[in-house]
């Protein structure tokens, strides 16, 4: 007669895939975190100022660089400067497709303050109902 000995439930978890997994995702963000952060080098003016709010739609930002080109970080070449022109077509058709998102303009500390009313200027042609000023804070003292 034999007796059977009934198998009990395994009550572990084997974590060493979950491991495997979160190291490669790890290696992954450390990878592509410093490409994501790419853009037109401008040094922006220091002003005591207020975060803005988080909402769920990417900002569009425009920059000007010191020598008063115009960027944007939306569609193509965001590292090739564009026209007057390109900048109001590319907003327009932007604020066409997804109304409300956010808008900013990136000023350089050393451009000419009419460059940065020029910029508005042309966001507000382009149907943009309000913009945001990007500024760095103050240093601690």
Known sequence: MRVRIKK?????IN???YIDVMLVLLIIFMITAPLLSQGVKVELPQAPSEPMPATDKEPVIVSIDQAGKFYINYGEDQDEPITAQALTTRIG????YQPGVPVYVKGDSGVPYGKVVVVMALLQSAGVKGVGLVTEPPPEQ
């Open 15 to 17: 974590v060493v895939p």
């Open 8 to 12: 009990q439930p395994m009550s572990q």
């Open 93 to 96: 058709a932007l604020i066409k």
